[in-house]
Nanobody, 123 residues
């Protein structure tokens, strides 16, 4: 059973930085996607950043150049470094995995999710 636990969210002023972490356990797929998603009140869940097991990394246009997704295989942890944060980044952030490559930016294809961590950016 895959378990995902996010941490690192919080409150930050615009222009600040946060690093989200996602501890992953029970995930053994060799072909996979891992991603960070966010959902603001009244909005649909959207992909922020994703990694394919073939090395492909994707970002939503609004965070390119400011956010970085990475993973530490030794620690079984997925990270999202968020710099130059803007108020529109305020949302609940989730990490997720799926045991299949491709279409890594589509949240509905993921079958394992963490509980989320809140990020609030004030202006």
């Amino acid at each position: 059973q895959v378990q995902l636990v996010e941490s690192g969210g919080g409150w930050v002023q615009a222009g600040g930085s946060l690093r989200l972490s996602c501890a992953v356990s029970g995930f053994t797929a060799s072909a996979y996607c891992m991603g960070w998603f966010r959902q603001a009140p009244g909005k649909e869940r959207e992909a922020v950043a994703s990694m394919d097991s073939d090395g492909t990394i994707s970002y939503v246009n609004s965070v390119k150049g400011r956010f970085t997704i990475s993973q530490d295989n030794a620690k079984n942890t997925l990270y999202l470094q968020m710099n130059s944060l803007k108020p529109e980044a305020t949302a609940m952030y989730y990490c997720a995995t799926k045991p299949r490559r491709g279409l890594c930016s589509r949240p509905k294809l993921y079958n394992a999710w963490g509980q989320g961590t809140q990020v609030t950016v004030s202006s």
